[in-house]
C-alpha cells in the first residue's frame, strides 16, 4: 500500500473470495474517511506477463473493475502491458530497477497530483 496526499494505492494480487469482501469492505471505509483508494497493477517483464496464469490475471482484473464501477470513488491504474516500461526497467521479471522504479513513482506522483487538482 502506498499513500499520497488522500489517495491509496492498493496493489491488487488476489482474486479469492475473502479478499474480495476484505477490498470491498476497506474501500466503504476509506469513502467514510474521504480516502480515495487506487487499484493498481503494475508492469511487469514481457516474458512473465506472457506465462502467467491468463484466467486468473482475467479475474483478478475483471474484480478490480468491479469494484471501481461499484464504487465511484475509486480508481484503477492497469500498468500490465504499459510500453513505457520496457525490459531495461526491470531487475527480474516482477521487480523494477533503480530506473524503472524512479518511472513508476513519477508516473504515480502525476497522477496523484492530476487527481489533486480534478
Known amino acids: 500500500m502506498l499513500v499520497i496526499e488522500k489517495t491509496v494505492f492498493l496493489f491488487y ?3 479469492k473470495k475473502n479478499k474480495n ?3 470491498s469492505s476497506s474501500v466503504f471505509l476509506y469513502k467514510l474517511k474521504g ?3 487506487c487499484f493498481f497493477t503494475p508492469s511487469v517483464y ?3 506477463r506472457e506465462n502467467r496464469n491468463k484466467k486468473q490475471l ?6 478490480i473493475e468491479n ?3 461499484t464504487h465511484e470513488h475509486c ?4 500498468l500490465l502491458n504499459d510500453p513505457r516500461f520496457t525490459a531495461n526497467d526491470f531487475y527480474d521479471a516482477d521487480h523494477l530497477n533503480a530506473s524503472g522504479a524512479k518511472k513508476l513513482f513519477f508516473y ?3 497522477y496523484s497530483m492530476k487527481a489533486l487538482k480534478n
Open 13 to 15: 494480487t488476489c482474486c
Open 21 to 23: 469482501q476484505q477490498h
Open 35 to 37: 480516502v480515495t483508494p
Open 46 to 48: 514481457q516474458s512473465l
Open 58 to 63: 482475467q479475474q483478478t482484473i475483471k474484480t
Open 67 to 69: 469494484l471501481v464501477a
Open 75 to 78: 480508481r484503477y491504474i492497469n
Open 108 to 110: 504515480i506522483n502525476d
